[in-house]
């Protein structure tokens, strides 16, 4: 499943890359350039960034849905066990 980004979240991408090499590194980079080094980071990590994010959250589901039956189970029939120290008590 590729990894979408709209256009407007896209732009801040490439503005946000265009500004750390400025600040961090004392180069410019086109707009253009940071284009691609986007491009390159969405295509060869983002994939595994993004899986693993899907993982962490199945995992959290899993254990989520492993504990559904303690979470909410009732115990049954429980209408006798219930009455029956009042039929007791009132057998006295």
Avoid: C
């Avoid at 691609?36 to 994010?53: C, H, K, Q, S, W």
């Amino acid at each position: 499943m590729a990894i979408e980004l709209p256009r407007e979240l896209r732009a801040q991408m490439v503005a946000s890359i265009e500004r750390w090499f400025e600040d961090e590194r004392g180069e410019r980079i086109g707009n253009i350039a940071a284009g691609a080094l986007l491009g390159f980071f969405m295509d060869e990590v983002a994939p595994t960034i993004y899986n693993r994010g899907v993982a962490d959250a199945q995992e959290r589901l899993l254990q989520r849905v492993t504990e559904l039956d303690i979470e909410v189970h009732e115990d049954e029939f429980q209408y006798w066990r219930k009455r029956e120290p009042q039929a007791k008590a009132r057998k006295r």
